[in-house]
Nanobody, 123 residues
Framework: QVQLVESGGGLVQPGGSLRLSCAAS????????IAWFRQAPGKEREIVSC????????YYEDPVKGRFTISRDNAKNTVYLQMNRLKPEDTAVYYC????????????????WGQGTQVSVSS
């Protein structure tokens, strides 16, 4: 059974940090592009970051550049999103997604999706 499972969300104060995990089962992540999306209340889902398996490149949306870092641990078949200096506007449900062809896309054309994990940034 192909599955992506996110974890690591929670409530954090502004300026704090969280590390999200995306663990895969049923397939290996090292040949797939992995993206993190988020959906805030009342807003559409948007891409946050992506890691391409074609050339090892990474992508970040402007609001998170310099604060978020995407990384892979192929031995654990897990992708992480380290989020530092969190802001209230980062509050959202965060989803990981995988794409079999290995390339990153801003559109939601990924083959596999996790169920999401809530991140809340508030004092």
């Amino acid at each position: 059974q192909v599955q992506l499972v996110e974890s690591g969300g929670g409530l954090v104060q502004p300026g704090g940090s969280l590390r999200l995990s995306c663990a895969a089962s049923g397939f290996t992540l090292d040949q797939l592009a992995i993206a993190w999306f988020r959906q805030a209340p009342g807003k559409e889902r948007e891409i946050v970051s992506c890691s391409s398996s074609r050339d090892g490149s990474t992508y970040y949306e402007d609001p998170v550049k310099g604060r978020f870092t995407i990384s892979r641990d192929n031995a654990k078949n897990t992708v992480y999103l380290q989020m530092n200096r969190l802001k209230p506007e980062d509050t959202a449900v965060y989803y990981c997604a995988a794409e079999r062809r290995g390339g990153c896309h801003k559109r939601e054309i990924y083959d596999y999706w996790g169920q999401g994990t809530q991140v809340s940034v508030s004092s």
